[in-house]
């Protein structure tokens, strides 16, 4: 493989190709859960190296199909399925984008922003508020994750009750296919009916069907102003009613709506014991809403306000803060996002991203809990997320007694049967916003539909024949190429 490798350097530069030494950033997944080899980590500058980089492996997988040579495309690599690290053969070329971060444009008029895949999603946000513009992606690793990953996984985040995931937000992209061609679709067209739709095929597919190089993205005019507030609810069907309040009486104001049970917030409390929890000791959940207003803070006040008053008087609400400023509004928000990494300090764990109907997820809820607890006494559920999309977080502890490791050997296969299999009972997904990757794709066969699996079989082997792009992923489970 040194004659690939070596051609590889003449495309990105020597400096660029790199075969020893510390690969971990790349080579390990973001839970450092899985650890793979690559043949060599390949960072290209611009869409032509890519394009020329494909062509090279292509090249030599046809003239050595017994090399087992593929691409692995790579962006921030803060994925929670494993889906852009390499496999444990050393056959897979690791194609990093991080050093495409331009942000090519922003049409005002337009109302787009058109940035490189290796441009960090904070990078995008900050590009797009410069100009007077909300790009309104948003997730808890936006500090390091990148716009060509987002889509690739077609990420979901805090603000989709209002926006829609990635997906939604995207007009146009530019992809490298598998053969190494170029399309050049980063057209700012919010109408075009001249075919398939092949942009949103490539949302989603996690680097299977083609390498997203660039895109075209939707801006939004900046709010006037942003309130949020914390509610303490009674029950997770209390939650859902105030999100039908809030709905009815913020409209498209409404711009987040969060879930968070007891138990995921006092692990908050217990490892980040500075950022001080409110109202959950006495509430099975709380709620973070967000108010983006256009008019003024005052409008905007006197909606939240009568919002939160309807909740109260309906008993969905027990209790509520309303934060004074952005300081305040920026701890409740990182009590939320801090959930994970409290987790994380907890031991390890069995993390699920489902999404079912938002009418179904109380009783999901109760019916799933109830099905865990018997079979594994005293286990503990992490249970938060995006109620005003139906996107929970429902992961699995072990009981205090257990050792981490122990549980998570002994258990996740039975634990994600329980939870996969209530989740298809309640008309649901077990994948909402993180995507497949290798985690999840032995599920599909049992999970998704063979008919879907076959339209899925056949996209793939029709853009991808020879199986280069991210083989193992996605539709690994279906398909034999």
Request: aromatic residues 6%; proline residues 4%; hydrophobic residues 45%.
């Amino acid at each position: 493989m040194q004659t690939l490798l070596d051609e590889l350097c003449v495309i990105v530069g020597t400096d660029h190709v790199l075969t020893d030494g510390d690969l971990s950033a790349w080579e390990q997944d973001w839970r450092k859960r899985t650890h793979g080899k690559a043949l060599a980590v390949v960072r290209p500058a611009c869409t032509d190296e890519v394009s020329r980089v494909v062509k090279a492996c292509a090249s030599y997988r046809a003239q050595y199909p017994a090399s087992g040579v593929s691409i692995v495309p790579q962006g921030g690599n803060t994925g929670l399925v494993v889906g852009s690290t390499p496999d444990s053969t050393g056959r897979q070329i690791v194609l990093s984008l991080q050093r495409m971060r331009t942000v090519r444009a922003l049409d005002a008029a337009n109302l787009t922003i058109t940035a490189e895949a290796g441009c960090i999603l904070q990078t995008v946000q900050e590009a797009a508020e410069t100009a007077g513009f909300l790009f309104p992606l948003s997730l808890a690793a936006e500090g390091s994750c990148t716009l060509g990953g987002n889509l690739g996984s077609n990420a979901g985040g805090t603000q989709v009750v209002r926006f829609g995931n990635a997906r939604d937000l995207c007009l146009g992209l530019e992809v490298v296919t598998a053969s190494g061609d170029v399309w050049h679709g980063l057209s700012g067209l919010r109408k075009d009916n001249t075919g398939y739709d092949l942009r949103n095929l490539y949302i989603g597919s996690e680097g299977t069907l083609g390498i997203i190089t660039a895109a075209t993205m939707k801006l939004y005019p900046l709010p006037a102003t942003q309130l949020t507030a914390w509610a303490a609810v009674p029950s997770m069907q209390a939650a859902v009613e105030l999100l039908g309040l809030a709905h009815r009486h913020l409209g498209a104001g409404l711009t987040g709506f969060e879930v968070m049970g007891q138990f995921a917030l006092s692990l908050v409390a217990r490892h980040f014991s500075k950022l001080r929890v409110p109202l959950y000791l006495d509430a099975p959940f709380c709620v973070l809403l967000e108010n983006s207003d256009h008019e003024s803070e005052n409008h905007a006040r006197t909606r939240f306000e009568g919002l939160l008053e309807a909740a109260m008087a309906s008993s969905c609400v027990t209790d509520a803060v309303v934060a004074e400023n952005l300081t305040q509004a920026k701890t409740l928000w990182h009590i939320r996002e801090s959930i994970p990494l409290a987790q994380a300090e907890e031991g390890l764990n069995i993390k699920h991203d489902i999404s079912v109907p938002v009418s179904a997820i109380p009783e999901f809820v109760t019916t799933t809990d109830a099905l865990l607890q018997t079979a594994i006494p005293r286990v503990r559920l992490v249970n938060f997320g995006h109620l005003g999309d139906g996107n929970l977080h429902y992961n699995v502890q072990a009981p205090l007694a257990m050792p981490a490791n122990l549980f998570l050997s002994q258990q996740e296969a039975l634990v994600n049967r329980i939870v996969f299999d209530s989740v298809t009972q309640f008309g649901g997904s077990i994948s909402a916003e993180h995507g497949v990757g290798s985690l999840k794709v032995d599920h599909l066969a049992h999970y998704k539909s063979q008919v879907a699996l076959s339209a899925m079989r056949a996209i793939k082997a029709a853009l991808d024949p020879h199986n280069l792009l991210n083989p193992g992923r996605v539709t690994a489970a279906a398909v034999s190429i």
